[in-house]
């Protein structure tokens, strides 16, 4: 069964920056696409950004363009998600989650247990 771990949470101030990362385990990960959502409270869960097994496709939500960057280290399993100029509006638990093939089309099968992320203004 794959295992996500996500990392790398804390309390911010506006326009400070923060890497996350997920690191993967059991399967074979450069077989899966990866994506992070985030939930803030109160609010459904979002899709923030996901990337393809190769790296030559990344998505982003309209909300986080230019701010975030989603990059993956396919020797050490693991995906990460750069935060820049971070905003109040930012503040979520983020999760990690995972599926076979490609980012488009079918379910998010594998999730991670989040990491919070609070930005103050």
């Known amino acids: 069964q794959v295992q996500l771990a996500e990392s790398g949470g804390g309390v911010m101030q506006a326009g400070d920056s923060l890497r996350l990362s997920c690191v993967f385990s059991v399967g074979t990960f450069n077989s899966y696409a990866m994506v992070w959502f985030r939930q803030a409270p109160g609010k459904e869960r979002e899709f923030v950004s996901a990337?393809?097994?190769?790296?030559?496709?990344?998505y982003y939500a309209d909300s986080v363009k230019g701010r975030f960057t989603i990059s993956r280290n396919n020797a050490k399993n693991t995906v990460y998600l750069q935060m820049n100029s971070l905003e109040p509006a930012d503040t979520a638990v983020y999760y990690c989650?995972?599926?076979?093939?490609?980012?488009?089309?079918?379910?998010?099968?594998?999730w991670g247990q989040g990491t919070q992320v609070t930005v103050s203004s």
């Open positions: 989650a995972a599926k076979l093939g490609a980012v488009k089309g079918g379910d998010w099968v594998h």
């Open positions: 990337i393809v097994w190769s790296q030559s496709s990344t």
